[in-house]
């Protein structure tokens, strides 16, 4: 990518190239392509059976899309209807714990640490038998795609990475943040503790609410929007993964030993040298977003785009579905 071309993403309030071509909505889109519904689809990884949603053209270069925590593949829906509508072959898996997704093993400890969820990435992949992908995702899809694109740069073409660089290092105790920051993350300190487990199980939906409307405080969901996700909570190994998940990366809970050099590597932060924009909600509840760092350029060397969003906060792909489908169009056309 020229110079010119890097400078005009870095600095554009919006990115601008695919907007233009997106300006009759994502309803024009889906009248395009027949307003065809994605397929539901399953396939067995080595460890779940993983629960997808499958649009778009089948031939197209695949684009996966990544949720987090709490949601499901909901939240791609306008954002996955640009895509196909672009030509892309669109794949929407639900992550472990969430949706239609299960451990193919009974038996087998719930596990959610980061290095998973990574690992789920690639094998989901593997599954379809794609060698190379775009991604993008927030929260803790976000957090897989920083780590696919990290371990496994020749398999991913390009990243969307909503919310920036999120590997963490989970084999040393994080410094104690500023106050603000400490309080809006008091989920992750409840669930910590058995109370917090228990009132998970048995507040899901209120307190999965709750944290859609504290982390986008300016976006006014309906009844309908959260209830269309919500069953995805119901999944009986929701409890156990979130617990796990935010144990493990405090220290509270052991990782599963296969992924022990995995977190290594991931503890020492390595760079992200595939080509990537990044994308912040102004509003994001749980902090807000960093300042242009040199620090962030050294842990993405390649990336040719960063953007604050005004008017949006933690579920961007559902707030500001046109800025991220833009994004990835963007990214894809300038990595021909």
């Not at 669109?90 to 472990?96: D, F, G, Q, T």
């Amino acid at each position: 990518m020229g110079h010119s071309r890097r400078e005009f993403l870095k600095s554009s309030g919006v990115i601008a190239g695919t907007l233009v071509r997106e300006l009759a909505g994502v309803q024009g889109i889906r009248a395009q392509i027949g307003n065809v519904p994605p397929a539901e689809r399953t396939i067995q990884t080595p460890v779940l059976t993983v629960g997808f949603e499958e649009s778009g053209n089948t031939q197209g270069f695949p684009i996966i899309l990544l949720h987090g925590f709490p949601d499901d593949v909901r939240a791609w829906d306008e954002v996955g209807a640009a895509l196909a509508g672009a030509g892309y072959r669109v794949l929407v898996p639900y992550l472990r714990g969430y949706g239609r997704t299960r451990f193919r093993d009974v038996a087998a400890p719930r596990m959610a640490e980061q290095a998973a969820i990574g690992q789920d990435l690639i094998d989901f992949a593997d599954a379809l038998g794609l060698p190379r992908f775009a991604v993008a995702g927030y929260d803790w899809g976000g957090r897989a795609a920083c780590i696919a694109a990290a371990l496994h740069r020749d398999r991913v073409r390009a990243a969307v990475l909503i919310g920036g660089y999120s590997i963490q290092n989970t084999l040393a105790p994080a410094r104690p943040a500023a106050p603000e920051t400490e309080r809006a993350l008091w989920y992750q300190w409840y669930f910590n503790t058995e109370r917090g487990r228990k009132g998970l199980e048995a507040n899901r939906r209120g307190l999965c609410r709750l944290l859609w409307e504290t982390w986008s405080p300016t976006w006014h969901f309906s009844d309908l929007t959260f209830n269309k996700t919500a069953t995805s909570f119901d999944n009986p190994d929701f409890v156990d993964v979130v617990i796990h998940s935010y144990r493990h990366r405090n220290l509270n809970a052991p990782g599963d030993p296969r992924f022990a050099t995995v977190e290594r590597q991931l503890a020492g932060r390595p760079r992200i040298e595939v080509p990537s924009i990044v994308l912040y909600g102004a509003d994001d509840g749980i902090g807000r977003p960093p300042a242009d760092t040199p620090a962030e350029r050294a842990l993405l060397p390649a990336r040719v785009g960063r953007q604050i969003v005004a008017g949006a906060g933690h579920f961007l792909p559902r707030e500001k579905p046109v800025v991220v489908s833009s994004a990835l169009l963007e990214l894809l056309d300038a990595t021909k």
